[in-house]
């Protein structure tokens, strides 16, 4: 099988996405995430990242990994913006400092790893190779082959991929009340108009647009966002309130 047909294809991600739903974010323990293959199109990216917040859990050499890495599992290409835009590596590293803490060593291990084996296998750090190498990579982590090439990841590569691949599923698609999806980039990439509380009939018809409400869950009343807030940054704080 060739390169090209084992990679997934942007539209594959974006109906991937849209199954899974735009709404919620989950966390997604390792291993867990249906195997897929890595990066889309090859297709230049057409924006320049975005101006780097400060960072909450990761180092800034992973930070520089896990951006290259989410910019190749969902491209910013000709057909828009990407995981990059969406700033899921931001969500990412918040997450990490938060309800993602027990998964923070899986990442120090994993990028260190991932970086490891671009070094090995394709002669330059993963930041500092091209696209279609970035590719080639992220292919041999999805399938394993990294491990069996002998890169020393958590558990082993293809888990570490689907890891990782799960958490940009959530920074690009999720709600931005969490940290990504920033300026609705992922929504817009699916087509999803956003939270509506009421949908007339015109609305429910096949091929009509909805205008885009660009709003969060948490803008309106249905959900606590204080509440949220520190479930996100703690996820034992309801246990240990009795809630």
């Keep these: 099988m060739s390169d090209d047909e084992r990679r997934l294809s942007r539209r594959d991600v974006l109906r991937m996405a849209s199954a899974a739903g735009a709404l919620t974010i989950v966390p997604v323990a390792a291993g867990k995430t249906p195997s897929v293959a890595a990066a889309g199109d090859d297709l230049a990216q057409v924006a320049a990242a975005p101006v780097r917040e400060p960072l909450q859990a990761l180092s800034a050499a992973e930070a520089d990994i896990l ?52 070094r090995v296998s394709r002669g330059a750090a993963f930041a500092a190779l091209p696209p279609a190498d970035q590719d080639a990579v ?47 980039v992922g929504w817009d990439l699916l087509g999803y108009p956003g939270v509506r509380t009421a949908v007339t009939a015109g609305e429910q018809q096949m091929g009509v647009t909805v205008t ?3 709003r969060s869950a948490y803008d309106g009343g249905m959900f606590n966002k204080a509440q949220a807030s520190r479930d996100h940054a703690d996820p034992n704080a309801r246990e240990r309130d009795g809630d």
């Design 67 to 118: 951006d290259a890495v989410v910019a190749r599992l969902i491209p910013t290409d000709a057909s828009g913006s990407g995981a990059t835009e969406a700033m899921a590596a931001r969500y990412i590293d918040q997450a990490l400092a938060g309800f993602l803490a027990p998964q923070r060593d899986a990442y120090r291990a994993g990028l260190a790893a991932l970086d490891q084996y671009a």
């Design 138 to 184: 992220l292919v041999d982590l999805e399938s394993g082959a990294a491990s069996r090439a002998g890169a020393t990841f958590p558990g082993n590569s293809a888990q570490f991929f689907s890891l990782v691949r799960g958490h940009t599923m959530q920074g690009t698609f999720g709600d931005p009340f969490y940290g990504g999806n920033a300026g609705f």
């Design 212 to 214: 885009p409400t660009r």
